[in-house]
Nanobody
Framework: QVQLVESGGGLVQAGGSLRLSCAAS????????TAWFRQAPGKWREIVVA????????HYADSVKGRFTISRDNAKNTLYLQMNSLEPEDTAVYYC?????????????????WGQGTQVTVSS
């Protein structure tokens, strides 16, 4: 079955960096749009950034533009999120997600497959 397994979360001070990874299995990773979502306590889950199957097109939430960078390695079936200049407002559970979206970069909430999430906590 499809598995998405996130890693790399943790506790970091404001201004610091973290790199999240998402290892995918059970699917043809290179065919899927993939994304990072996050959910903070008491808030709706929101998309952080999405990337198309070839890695040539991305969509970032305004709140993370210039600070976060998404990338993927289709040979390794792995998605990454480099997070720099972290702020306390970035504290959330971060989820990796994948969906089939032929021809366009889907950035809505209805992704087919989800990971279990990894906690990111940014202290002030």
């Amino acid at each position: 079955q499809v598995q998405l397994v996130e890693s790399g979360g943790g506790l970091v001070q404001a201004g610091g960096s973290l790199r999240l990874s998402c290892a995918a299995s059970g699917l043809t990773f290179s065919s899927y749009v993939t994304a990072w979502f996050r959910q903070a306590p008491g808030k709706w889950r929101e998309i952080v950034v999405a990337i198309n199957p070839s890695g040539t097109n991305t969509h970032y939430a305004d709140s993370v533009k210039g600070r976060f960078t998404i990338s993927r390695d289709n040979a390794k079936n792995t998605l990454y999120l480099q997070m720099n200049s972290l702020e306390p407002e970035d504290t959330a559970v971060y989820y990796c997600a994948a969906t089939l979206s032929p021809g366009y970069l889907y950035v809505g909430p209805d992704y087919h497959h989800w990971g279990q999430g990894t906690q990111v906590t940014v202290s002030s």
